[in-house]
């Protein structure tokens, strides 16, 4: 039997990735010991691999499919293909940004300011590449982590690190003074792999489904009876995906309306349903958007 060998990120993305993929229909079961994930689909295996190996593992055919952020393919240099964007951040559901930080009571200004000075960051190659190209000649050090620390301490002169909201950086006094990259997780295939009809398709059949969890989240579906003569009011107030959809009720003068709508808009539409004559309203959770 063919099996495609899917690499999941552990650490930060780890939870994520699993409840996203749940809500597309695979089950993933991690064990605290195991590298190697149980899922119930027996044409898939699932390895745990940090994200910022995983483009090389995808790259050299370890893995057939991986996810990532761009910033680790970009670091990596890797030549793979890029299936999908896949934003799934608990926090913001926005792209994370790696930023050039100092200690706010720095004179460090602008990026030529760095000429000569240390930055520490886990983004090596990537700032290196960055200021190289600008002929900014800086002294660029890996950092195993705590990398905020290491301006605090004096051990740098700037930090290359990666926010989402900038408030960590803050709260350890820091200000960002240049913005280098934009980043968000991407799913990502071996090239080989995409060659293969019976592996693009499967491939494809992942995709297709986490791109519809990914939209499914934050939306709900609500179902609802209206009388005739509220219809075209009803219809008015909903904010809609698509049309929604609209059924008469048997043998009555009342319709049953359906629609999905994000779920922010909910508690502030469902008192103007009532309002509006509406009854029986039905909110639902979906799992996936197609």
Same mark, same amino acid.
Not at 1 to 14: A, D, R
Not at 41 to 69: H, K, N, P
């Given at each position: ?7 999941? $990120? ?11 993929f +749940? ?5 993933? !079961?991690?064990?605290?010991r195991?590298?190697f ?14 994200a910022?190996?995983? !483009? ?6 370890? @893995? ?12 990596? /240099?890797? /030549?793979?293909?890029?299936?999908? %964007?896949?934003?799934? !951040? ?13 200690? %706010? ?11 000569g ?19 900014? /000649?800086?002294?660029?050090?890996? !950092?195993?982590?705590?990398? &905020? ?29 240049? %913005? @280098?990259? &934009? ?8 090239k ?6 019976? +592996? ?13 969890a ?12 209206v009388?005739?003569?509220?219809? %075209? ?10 049309? $929604? ?7 009555q ?12 808009t ?15 309203i039905?909110?639902?959770?979906l799992?996936?958007?197609?």
């Amino acid at each position: 039997m063919q099996k495609l060998k899917v690499g999941i $990120p552990k650490g930060s993305l780890e939870n994520a990735t699993i409840d996203l993929f +749940k809500k597309s229909g695979w089950k993933i !079961s991690i064990s605290s010991r195991n590298y190697f994930p149980d899922i119930d689909d027996e044409t898939l295996s699932c390895i745990l691999i940090r994200a910022q190996e995983m !483009s090389r593992y995808v790259e050299d055919g370890t @893995l057939d499919l991986g996810l990532t952020g761009k910033d680790w393919i970009k670091e990596n /240099d890797s /030549d793979i293909v890029v299936v999908q %964007d896949l934003i799934y !951040s608990k926090v913001s559901r926005k792209p994370a940004h790696w930023v050039l930080a100092v200690m %706010d009571n720095s004179p460090i200004r602008k990026l030529e300011d760095l000429q000569g000075k240390k930055i520490a960051t886990e983004l090596v190659n990537f700032t290196k590449d960055y200021f190289a190209e600008k002929n900014i /000649d800086v002294d660029v050090e890996f !950092s195993w982590g705590a990398t &905020e620390a290491k301006v605090v301490e004096g051990l740098a002169d700037a930090i290359v690190e990666v926010t989402e909201t900038g408030s960590t950086i803050k709260a350890h006094g820091l200000r960002i003074i240049q %913005d @280098l990259m &934009e980043t968000n997780t991407q799913l990502i295939a071996n090239k080989k792999a995409w060659e293969d009809s019976w +592996k693009k398709e499967k491939i494809e059949q992942i995709s297709l489904l986490l791109k519809g969890a990914l939209k499914a989240d934050g939306m709900v579906g609500l179902k609802m009876n209206v009388p005739k003569e509220k219809l %075209d009011e009803v219809i008015k107030l909903l904010p809609s995906l698509t049309a $929604p959809t609209i059924a008469n009720l048997y043998q009555q003068d009342w319709f049953s309306i359906e629609t999905v709508i994000s779920e922010f808009t909910v508690r502030e539409l469902i008192p103007k349903l009532r309002k509006s004559g509406v009854e029986g309203i039905i909110e639902y959770s979906l799992n996936k958007v197609i």
